[in-house]
């Protein structure tokens, strides 16, 4: 179990596992996502599932270096195993993935049967919306989808997006170096004013998804979005990745991750996701110091403590 | 009460006679033992000194001495009819034990104790005590009682630190080639498959974090619970062919149904009540407001005290007010000073006479520097820029006793102010995991938690539930004392001949 089965460098910075897992790959559905922690002393960091297989067993993710756990899992290869993972958790983007609970799942709202319905992808967030797309696809929507990124490097999953039987697909970057230049709002913005979709599926960084939302809402266009907040245990245990929906204190790793975009506060959301900021940084610029510091692993000059003893200084609290 | 007839009492006498104390009160008539009721205090143990253990992790309680236990043992009046057994809810021999103590015969006592008590060293440090077995024993009414948890826990560690050899291996039963699946390893969980290993079955716990012992490992701290306590009764529990699979969260990637059909014979829901409670309050969504779990997994199981040497960082506040007055609170508020706190307020909205929590905690938490502000409750969290800033607390009085029987607080008209913090964490208590509906396919009661008969049997008649799940919130022996309960109904199911339990399966 937990064995990393193939790894992909999709571009600089992003990366492609593909995990063996066949209790999860049984169960697994779009919109839903897993923990993980990559050593003894790891974080507990949510992913959301990419893509999986349930014949072959395995499980998919896709990640953008950004901190420690992910710098982490970017030094894992294949072959290597991951210390813990578990899942599938949170609820399914779509109510029909649950035939044992039929309150589990979402409905989208002003989406008939059948209907017209765009997923909106910003840089890794696509590797969540695609799943849903082709969940979508295969209840017969019509799918139409949006994906951007910086640039012509930073987009993923292209070519599995072209392979779905989509309605359109529109490719947008901020700097034109692939599919139109421009945001992900201008191609949603037509779609949602020329009434051609009903409803609006939108994963990507909080600051995307607040501003698509908005372009969808101000047509007239109802949205759905996957919310990331920080989370411990992402079974509901804690929560730290509480968000106010409507006013109401709610759990994303047990009543979401999706929530009717309408009732999020964006604000919050996002200064909640910085509440660690200075930790993050700090931890990661350790590891790099470890890293730099184990490359001289032979000349003997690198002390594990070290890094405990600067702790200690820090928090001011042992002796 | 009692008579004085039995062999092994009149033998106790014999030995035990000539180290009583020569200046002893009269007996009062009420009391016929072979032992004088003590009037003398119970044999304090001794602690970490306050001022040491704020700044660290290690355990504040070090527990008696030998000569302690013995000296403590001696102050029992062996009474006959041992009322101290029936205030415990896994009925410990506890008459019996502290007799082996008395006879220095400390394999047998810890033979004793163990053979009820799957988690002795744990009961021995976390157990209110006050409220049960010492709250039934004679000398209470005038005195002290007999320090029973203090013996369990010497007992206990006496136990962990003999050889592997000679440490009494628990006795199973012939293997009766039946599965169970017990979801969750908390209390109740673990409970329920020492007990169930015992009477021969084969026992597979299913958790869903990534280490074994549930609110044992992610709630309460490492100073009063060291984390190798809790290691080595799960290690015993693995040796007494109990299987744990961590990273498995019942209900999405396994329902209690699908175990069911892919062999196990039943299975028992121990998942605790695990979604804390919220204030309801203005800004309680700020940054620096915890849940009392949150606050508390942080730091116990993800190490945040040693951050950066593991990964998960806690803030730690200068300020801190920790909401509430139970257990969870005391740990939350020892814990925030333990992290450098200069100052940790806690906010409860009655009186300290009322406080749920251990006497012994609030004692400690006393003594190290927690203030405590009586008759006071959150109305809102002010913030700026995202962040708290501090807690404006309602002034409150007490009524008349509500249905708990405890006097209700009701707010004083027009006292309210801001109590200055940075950080806020809530203990207030739990709420059923929503998630719970596609654990089982089971009967739910109006406040979401699973329906259950006495034995713990659910609607499902190979599903039986106990712990915090079935009850709400409670104590750590009260959920052990449901998961042993539930496990002997499950044992006397699956031993029942076909016909009586297709009868009860019906």
């Given at each position: 179990m937990n064995e990393i089965i193939e790894k992909r460098?999709?571009?600089?910075?992003?990366?492609?596992?593909?995990?063996?897992?066949?209790?999860?790959?049984?169960?697994?559905?779009?919109?839903?996502?897993?923990?993980?922690?990559?050593?003894?002393?790891?974080?507990?960091?949510?992913?959301?599932?990419?893509?999986?297989?349930?014949?072959?067993?395995?499980?998919?993710?896709?990640?953008?270096?950004?901190?420690?756990?992910?710098?982490?899992?970017?030094?894992?290869?294949?072959?290597?195993?991951?210390?813990?993972?578990?899942?599938?958790?949170?609820?399914?983007?779509?109510?029909?993935?649950?035939?044992?609970?039929?309150?589990w799942g979402n409905d989208f709202e002003g989406l008939q049967q059948g209907g017209s319905v765009v997923v909106v992808g910003g840089g890794v967030g696509t590797a969540v919306a695609f799943p849903v797309a082709r969940a979508l696809c295969e209840e017969g929507y019509q799918v139409h989808v949006i994906t951007g990124a910086r640039t012509a490097e930073l987009l993923i999953l292209e070519e599995e997006l072209r392979a779905l039987p989509l309605a359109s697909l529109s490719i947008m970057t901020d700097d034109g170096s692939a599919g139109?230049?421009?945001?992900?709002?201008?191609?949603?913005?037509?779609?949602?004013?020329?009434?051609?979709?009903?409803?609006?599926?939108?994963?990507?960084?909080?600051?995307?998804?607040?501003?698509?939302?908005?372009?969808?809402?101000?047509?007239?266009?109802?949205?759905?979005?996957?919310?990331?907040?920080?989370?411990?245990?992402?079974?509901?245990?804690?929560?730290?990745?509480?968000?106010?929906?409507?006013?109401?204190?709610?759990?994303?790793?047990?009543?979401?991750?999706?929530?009717?975009?309408?009732?999020?506060?964006?604000?919050?959301?996002?200064?909640?996701?910085?509440?660690?900021?200075?930790?993050?940084?700090?931890?990661?610029?350790?590891?790099?110091?470890?890293?730099?510091?184990?490359?001289h692993e032979n000349c003997d000059c690198f002390d594990e403590s070290s890094l405990w003893a600067r702790g200690f200084k820090k928090g001011g609290w042992a002796t | 009460m009692t008579q004085l007839n039995s062999d092994k009492q009149?033998?106790?006498?014999?030995?035990?006679?000539?180290?009583?104390?020569?200046?002893?009160?009269?007996?009062?008539?009420?009391?016929?033992?072979?032992r004088r009721p003590s009037r003398e205090p119970r044999h304090a143990m001794a602690n970490q000194p306050a001022e040491e253990r704020i700044s660290n992790f290690q355990e504040v309680a070090l527990g008696y001495t030998l000569e302690q236990a013995r000296a403590e043992a001696e102050r029992c009046l062996q009474c006959k009819n041992a009322p101290c057994e029936a205030g415990c809810p896994v009925e410990v021999r506890i008459h019996d034990f502290i007799s082996a103590i008395i006879d220095n015969d400390l394999p047998e006592a810890v033979a004793i104790l163990k053979e009820r008590n799957a988690?002795?060293?744990?009961?021995?440090?976390?157990?209110?005590?006050?409220?049960?077995?010492?709250?039934?024993?004679?000398?209470?009414?005038?005195?002290?009682?007999?320090?029973i948890g203090r013996l369990e826990r010497f007992l206990a560690d006496w136990d962990r630190q003999r050889p592997e050899e000679e440490r009494n291996k628990t006795r199973l039963a012939p293997c009766k080639h039946k599965r169970i699946a017990v979801i969750g390893s908390g209390p109740a969980g673990l409970a329920a498959a020492g007990e169930l290993s015992l009477r021969g079955y084969y026992v597979e716990v299913f958790e869903a974090l990534h280490s074994p012992g549930g609110v044992l490992a992610y709630g309460i701290p490492e100073f009063r619970l060291p984390n190798y306590i809790l290691e080595d009764e799960v290690e015993a529990l693995r040796q007494a062919r109990v299987t744990f699979h961590m990273?498995?969260?019942?209900?999405?990637?396994?329902?209690?149904?699908?175990?069911?059909?892919?062999?196990?014979?039943?299975?028992?829901?121990?998942?605790?009540?695990?979604?804390?409670?919220?204030?309801?309050?203005?800004?309680?969504?700020?940054?620096?407001?915890?849940?009392?779990?949150?606050?508390?997994?942080?730091?116990?199981?993800?190490?945040?005290?040693?951050?950066?040497?593991?990964?998960?960082?806690?803030?730690?506040?200068?300020?801190?007010?920790v909401i509430g007055g139970g257990n969870v609170a005391m740990d939350a508020a020892r814990t925030a000073l333990r992290l450098g706190a200069e100052e940790v307020t806690l906010a409860y909205r009655r009186t300290q006479a009322e406080m749920p929590a251990r006497i012994e905690e609030v004692e400690h938490a006393i003594e190290e520097g927690v203030k405590l502000v009586e008759l006071a409750s959150p109305l809102e969290v002010v913030g700026q820029d995202g962040w708290v800033t501090g807690l404006r607390l309602q002034k409150m009085e007490l009524g008349r006793a509500d249905a708990s029987g405890r006097r209700r607080p009701i707010p004083v008209e027009g006292e309210e102010y801001v109590h200055p913090a940075d950080t806020v964490v809530s203990a207030i208590g739990t709420l059923a995991?929503?998630?719970?509906?596609?654990?089982?396919?089971?009967?739910?009661?109006?406040w979401g938690y699973l329906s259950v008969g006495e034995d713990g049997q659910t609607s499902n008649p190979r599903i039986f539930a106990g712990g915090d799940i079935v009850t709400g919130s409670a104590t750590v022996i009260e959920a052990m004392g449901a998961g042993k309960s539930a496990a002997i109904a499950i044992d006397e199911l699956l031993s029942a001949p076909d016909v009586q339990t297709q009868r009860r399966m019906t």
């Open positions: 460098m999709l571009s600089e910075g992003v990366i492609q596992l593909t995990v063996y897992e066949p209790r999860i790959a049984a169960k697994c559905q779009a919109g839903q996502f897993f923990m993980l922690r990559v050593t003894d002393r790891g974080e507990r960091v949510p992913f959301t599932f990419s893509d999986w297989s349930r014949e072959e067993g395995w499980i998919r993710f896709i990640f953008m270096v950004v901190g420690k756990t992910t710098s982490l899992l970017s030094e894992l290869a294949a072959g290597d195993y991951i210390k813990d993972l578990a899942g599938p958790l949170g609820r399914p983007s779509l109510r029909s993935h649950d035939t044992r609970r039929p309150s139109s230049k421009g945001l992900v709002t201008a191609p949603l913005k037509e779609l949602c004013s020329s009434r051609s979709v009903s409803h609006a599926i939108i994963v990507g960084p909080a600051i995307m998804m607040k501003f698509a939302a908005g372009t969808a809402l101000d047509a007239g266009v109802p949205a759905t979005v996957s919310l990331n907040p920080l989370m411990i245990d992402g079974t509901g245990m804690c929560g730290a990745c509480r968000v106010s929906i409507d006013g109401a204190t709610k759990f994303a790793c047990v009543d979401g991750p999706d929530f009717s975009a309408a009732s999020v506060d964006w604000a919050e959301l996002m200064s909640r996701q910085r509440s660690y900021i200075d930790d993050e940084r700090e931890s990661h610029a350790a590891h790099q110091r470890h890293v730099q510091e184990r490359e | 009149a033998e106790c006498v014999q030995t035990s006679n000539s180290e009583l104390p020569k200046t002893l009160p009269v007996t009062p008539s009420a009391i016929p033992t072979r988690l002795p060293a744990v009961c021995g440090r976390v157990c209110p005590q006050e409220s049960q077995c010492e709250a039934t024993c004679v000398l209470a009414r005038r005195g002290e009682p007999v320090a990273n498995a969260p019942i209900g999405t990637v396994a329902s209690c149904e699908e175990l069911l059909d892919e062999g196990f014979n039943a299975v028992f829901i121990g998942v605790g009540a695990g979604l804390p409670k919220f204030m309801d309050i203005p800004g309680e969504n700020l940054n620096g407001v915890y849940s009392a779990n949150e606050f508390l997994t942080r730091v116990n199981l993800m190490h945040a005290y040693e951050f950066p040497r593991w990964d998960t960082p806690v803030q730690r506040g200068r300020q801190v007010v995991n929503p998630h719970l509906r596609e654990v089982a396919d089971v009967d739910i009661n109006q």
